[in-house]
């Protein structure tokens, strides 16, 4: 069932076009990947998908019961929550406002809520810490578990493991998959292009040459292989 | 001791003490609350910058003789609150030096307009006093009282009532944008409520020395606790003994009272750095 469908979209800002033409579609239980160089216009499809700045042109067609503001959303870390004085629960609990109507204080069902999310990503235990003392891969579930809390169908990740050690970059890697293989549709933006080919399903590709389809295709396209190597041999 | 406690009775007794004290309190407790908020969000500045447009604005105030300064000074100062919280809001760099800019551009604006218009006979009188507070928390009118009383709660209504929106937008304002909150009208209000408590607490402290009114109790609350909630209350609370200590020594020593207060403030802070790190 198709949960987002892109249709010749144009992105970009004010006069600036970055990318046109774009045609993708997001079905449930999907693991999409974006993958692309740097400044190929990643975080403006994010963007746009997150409903923040509008599509110069084309049309967004969400699946039943979803709309822009139904995604889960874990951004990269802002220079602001390195030294945040927050415990995990108030963090995680922040996820659960984006109910419709204005609503001034958390409901019990809000409370549960974090509380099973917090004990889904195995941080339960963590609840009282303060957030600026835990570790990167910590932190990092800790935006997930608050990210499940707004949105449970289909969750956007924004280089997830950006700063990670390669340990806890695995178990973070790991961890996505496993909420993908409980029917969660995964959207990730990344970089790193070998993981990103390990993991998904789908891989749209942007940039000068614009690939959408599933991973296997994209292994044997020439856009694939070529972008591959490149990535591979950059990391040497 | 029972001589200062005399004294203190002494003093209790005339009203525009009593209005002193309760302003003087509203006031500490008002300006803590959005401290957090400010420093985490790299805005520590603001205060300062505000408060300096707010002496701008007394200045015309005072030279076109309106009899409530009030009509003019928040007017102009919620305007720019407005703009200084948005062209904040994405480069931070810019922020800076736009609160720079109308912080310093503000303040010789207003010495200059008081020099050139000014019909009082103690010009550096009424600067210094309007600087530093000296005594205008001393000669408060009961209409003035009230406006502060009022004020103050729909203050500390509207923090209660978006408390848990105010903790999104502090710590991750593009997540709350993108789970479809209107991120520009809470940064709105929040500017609005900035500035009224600003040109409220100039009364106490003066327009120099707000700044430290709004950042010195979130400071000291972030040394020893880890949660945004006991941040608040804990930096609600010193805000306010702080304040309370600070205006009896005043009353008592005989010295300034904004300047007693931040000492006071300063003074907390140092006894919370040192738990900090004795905990640590």
């Excluded at chain 1, 822009?68 to 406002?97: K, M, N, W």
């Excluded at chain 1, 974090?114 to 009282?128: H, Q, T, V, Y």
């Excluded at chain 2, 609160?99 to 009082?120: E, K, Q």
Aim: with cysteine.
């Amino acid at each position: 069932m198709a949960q987002i469908i892109c249709r010749d979209l144009t992105l970009g800002y004010d006069n600036e076009v970055i990318l046109t033409g774009l045609d993708f579609r997001v079905d449930e239980g999907d693991y999409l990947c974006i993958v692309g160089e740097n400044g190929s216009g990643k975080s403006t499809l994010m963007k746009t998908i997150l409903g923040l700045t509008p599509p110069l042109s084309g049309s967004i067609e969400w699946g039943e019961g979803l709309s822009a503001h139904a995604i889960g959303y874990l951004p990269q870390q802002t220079l602001v929550q390195r030294d945040f004085p927050a415990s995990v629960r108030e963090i995680v609990l922040s996820g659960c406002q984006n109910r419709p109507g204005f609503r001034a204080f958390y409901k019990p069902e809000d409370r549960q809520k974090a509380e099973r999310n917090m004990e889904r990503m195995g941080i339960a235990d963590l609840s009282k810490r303060c957030y600026r003392d835990l570790s990167g891969g910590q932190q990092q579930r800790v935006l997930l578990a608050r990210a499940l809390c707004s949105a449970e169908k289909v969750l956007l990740l924004d280089e997830p493991v950006t700063g990670l050690d390669p340990k806890i970059t695995q178990e973070m890697y790991e961890l996505i998959r496993s909420l993908n293989e409980e029917g969660i549709t995964i959207i990730m933006i990344s970089h790193d292009v070998d993981e990103a080919v390990r993991y998904a399903s789908h891989i749209l590709h942007i940039g000068k040459h614009v690939f959408f389809g599933p991973r296997d295709e994209y292994i044997r396209s020439d856009v694939g292989k070529y972008f591959l190597m490149q990535e591979g041999g950059g990391e040497e | 001791m029972s001589e200062m406690l005399g004294k203190l009775a002494y003093y209790m007794e005339f009203p525009f003490v009593r209005y002193a004290l309760i302003v003087g309190v509203l006031i500490a407790l008002c300006s803590s609350l959005f401290g957090a908020t400010l420093v985490l969000k790299r805005f520590s500045f603001i205060g300062d910058g505000l408060a300096h447009v707010a002496f701008g604005a007394m200045a015309i105030a005072a030279v076109l003789n309106f009899t409530n300064e009030m009509v003019v000074i928040l007017p102009i100062t919620v305007v720019c609150a407005i703009l200084l919280l948005r062209t904040g809001q994405n480069t931070i760099i810019k922020g800076d030096a736009a609160i720079a800019m109308i912080s310093v551009g503000a303040l010789a604006f207003g010495y200059l307009i008081m020099n050139l218009f000014s019909t009082s006979s103690n010009l550096t009188g009424d600067v210094c006093s309007t600087l530093f507070g000296s005594t205008s928390i001393l000669t408060l009118t009961t209409k003035e009282v009230w406006l502060s009383v009022i004020l103050s709660v729909v203050v500390v209504i509207f923090f209660i009532v978006y408390y848990n929106r105010i903790f999104s937008l502090t710590f991750d304002e593009n997540f709350a944008k993108a789970t479809g909150m209107k991120v520009e009208l809470y940064n709105l209000l929040t500017a609005i409520v900035i500035a009224v408590i600003i040109v409220l607490a100039m009364n106490l402290v003066g327009s120099l020395l707000i700044s430290a009114l709004v950042i010195f109790p979130a400071l000291s609350a972030m040394r020893i606790f880890r949660s945004f909630k006991s941040v608040i209350l804990f930096s609600a609370g010193i805000s306010v003994v702080c304040a309370l200590v600070g205006m009896l020594i005043s009353i008592l020593a005989g010295t300034p009272v904004g300047s007693t207060i931040v000492a006071v403030d300063v003074a907390a802070f140092l006894i919370c750095y040192f738990i900090g790190r004795a905990r640590n």
